[in-house]
């Protein structure tokens, strides 16, 4: 497993699980002796004692030596990061250093799965390189390229691994696919769920699924931002559109935009492939403008009720995560309300479950950001409550006690988790998205 990353270290770990002999490789050498050490760098539930036990096994290391990985698996899983370069296409830098890697080592057929999100092309790409380096070495070795995009939701990964909805092979080599689908029975025993297609069909399958969604997310934040305008209240028209099953209920809530590392980097892209190949996607350009417009609007609310000068006023932030059940703060919405609310003079006090340590490596030792270590602490003598990630422990709070700690009554939901007459009834004034 070539990436020891959100990705990588729970597809190693999860293929470990099963009974296979795992090898993860990073060219990170604080994360692997973390790893060997028998720490976790990342937070993800279940992940740890999923680690532990499979190291115990002995079918589950960690490595930086680079010639014991690519000696090691017949299977090369290339689960790197691709994050945005200047002009928004995906940076390829790390996918195809590692697939030089390979081609450099590999002495018997091999397979090389990318897993990493890349875009179409990239099998060619990685075809291509690989070649070169064997034939640089007069090398006549067998081997496939094979396009396995992952799935798994940061928050319930090792559940998503474990259980997936379908896994995408995007092959034209029998021995590959047949190599994969080996590798892959164990987690859809009750039914398949291998879609097995060509390889830039794969490619672009992860593209879609996640463009899709983040056009789910910030169609309902334009309309939430447009119930606001009317006073009508999202939350009943999320209801009524979401008992459609034509329409559904998942990815409908309206928030403070989507954060992460995944879909902000992948629909910048996928607009960039379209680009190039002459078909921009007019709908994606929307979707993430609305959505760096959104990552604001609570911000909008805050100055709208207090004014644009807000020195000399503190707020409590609940959430940093950019979503629950992790700590990942990358392309967060909290960073972008972090900065609008201190750059306009205020002091933030934060607590988040899990990504305080992460928010104290990002901002280090800012003055105009602390830690709370309870919610409540977070709220007391601030001049409001900003509600950004809906972890579950938000979700049920003491209205009245949240309306005696504050120096003013004002709470700014940027995920809808309250009933307005609820909070109202507590004496405090109530901000949501898209509601009255
Ligand atoms: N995070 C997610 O939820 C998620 C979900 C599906 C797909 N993806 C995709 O999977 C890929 C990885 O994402 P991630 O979140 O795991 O990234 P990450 O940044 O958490 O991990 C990537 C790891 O790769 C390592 N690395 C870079 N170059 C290397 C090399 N040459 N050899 C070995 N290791 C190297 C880095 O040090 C890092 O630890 C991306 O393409 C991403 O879009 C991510």
Redesign the pocket.
Known sequence: M?????????SGTCLAEVGNDVLC????TR?IDMLKAGGV??HEPGLQDMIHRNVEAGRLRFTTD?DA?VAHGSLQFI?????PDEDGG?DM???M??AA?IGRRMTDYKVIVD????PVGTADRVRETIAAELSARGAKIPFAVVSN??????GA?VEDFMRPDRIVIGADDDRAIASLRAVYAPFQRNRERLLVMDVRSAELT?YAANAMLATRISFMNELANLADALGADIECVRQGIGSDPRIGWHFLYPGVGYG???FP??VKALQHTATQFGRPLRIMEAVGAANDAQKLRLVEKIVTRLGENLAGRAFALWGLAFKPNTD?M?EAPSREIIAALIARGARVVAYDPVAMPEARRLYGDAASITYAATPMEAVSGADGLVVITEWQEFRSPDFDSIGRALRTPLVFDGRNLYEPAQVRAAGLEYFAIGRP
């Open positions: 070539i990436g020891t990353g959100y990705v990588g270290l729970v490789l990073d060219v990170d994360k760098p990342i680079v990985a689960a790197v990061g691709t994050p995906a830098q790390h996918v250093a590692a890697a897993k990493s999100t890349v995009p992952e799935f798994l939701k940061e990964a992860k992460g590392s995944c980097k992948d990942d990358r």
